[in-house]
């Protein structure tokens, strides 16, 4: 696999993929990126220009993008001369099957091709792939792609080890905190975490033990803050003193047992459904949306910094 990467081919000109063209360009490397609509230019354009700010405010250098990126409609001339490619096609089978097979022809063998897909598993793409399917990863971010780190790097059974290192090292130069996922499973890695919250928030409103707000608030207030320096079991470490998480597994070990077996298994009925959105609308009204997001993608960067600054962090 391609130890150097200078040029990448971003397939797909949506949310995501534009995203990805930012962050790319922000690190210097020269971006290809392909759609088929007849206003993927313009999003694309509109979508790195307001990355762009966010990213020069976390002192990335952000000057001369616009001669490092191209455009095409053919999906031929994006792949020639990338020496990575990252997919960020619709999640249709049919439309992935289609992409796939051709990504596989048009891309030399020695190009990972990585797929931003958040519910395909890749033994799935790369059965859509005849000729290289070994090459094929998952490499699925989190959105905004241009502020958060976390990429999980997903093989398949017939994935060599070369291919993964090659994926993470790529990404860990583009300033990525990639992690390897040793083996697929719905969802990936964080999906999986962020359902098991989310299954017994919904539980909770189900039960009418909580309303919206004051889930998000005990979430956004208390244990948010700091899985967003540490995550779950390294806070729960720190919890357990000199003993670290040997003494909070040894002496709450049991009563979590416990409140594991209670938590609930909801339905998303529609009932259910229309209860969550409610207390959404209820949490947010008054609130403009813009706005909103506008804040919460500049604390980001704060965050962002300020993470980047600390010795101690893992």
């Known amino acids: 696999m391609r130890s150097d990467v200078h040029r990448v081919a971003v397939v ?3 949310v995501i993929g534009n995203a990805w063209a930012a962050h790319l360009l922000a690190h210097g490397l020269d971006v290809s990126v392909t759609d088929p609509a007849p206003d993927a230019e313009e999003r694309l354009l ?6 762009l700010p966010m990213l020069a405010r976390l002192g990335l250098e952000t000057s001369g993008w616009r001669h490092r990126l191209t455009f095409t409609a053919d999906l031929g001339t994006a792949v020639a001369g990338a020496d990575f490619v990252q997919e960020n096609g619709p999640e249709r089978e049919d439309v992935k099957a289609e992409l796939f097979a051709e990504l596989d022809r048009l891309a030399p063998p020695d190009v990972v091709i990585a797929s931003s897909s958040s519910s395909m598993l890749p033994s799935r793409l790369a059965a859509m792939c005849h000729r290289h399917p070994e090459r ?13 780190p976390l990429v999980e790097v997903v093989g ?3 994935t060599p080890a070369a291919v993964v290192e090659a994926a993470m090292a790529y990404y860990t130069r583009v300033g990525k905190r990639p992690v390897h996922v040793h083996h697929e499973v719905p969802g990936h890695l964080a999906n999986r975490l962020q359902a098991a919250l989310w299954r017994e928030a919904y539980s909770l409103v189900e039960r009418g033990v909580a309303t919206v707000t004051d889930l998000d608030t005990a979430i956004s207030h208390g244990p948010g803050l700091r899985w967003a320096l ?4 390294a806070n729960q470490h720190l919890s357990g003193g000199d003993g670290g998480l040997a003494h909070v597994l040894e002496h709450l070990g049991p009563p979590t047992q416990t409140l594991m077996d209670d938590l609930g ?3 998303l009925t529609p009932d259910l459904a229309d209860a969550l959105v409610a207390g959404v609308d209820d949490e947010l009204d008054g609130i403009d949306m813009v ?3 506008a804040q919460r993608d500049a604390l980001l960067v704060d965050l962002l910094a300020a993470k980047a600054r600390a010795d101690a962090l893992p």
Request: charge should be neutral.
């Open 230 to 233: 540490l995550g779950p079991l």
């Open 136 to 148: 094929v990863v998952v490499g699925h971010p989190f959105n905004p792609v241009y502020l958060i």
């Open 46 to 51: 509109r979508d790195v220009e307001h990355a």
């Open 265 to 267: 298994a909801p339905q």
């Open 156 to 158: 398949h059974p017939g």
């Open 12 to 14: 797909g000109a949506g």
């Open 291 to 293: 706005r909103l997001a």
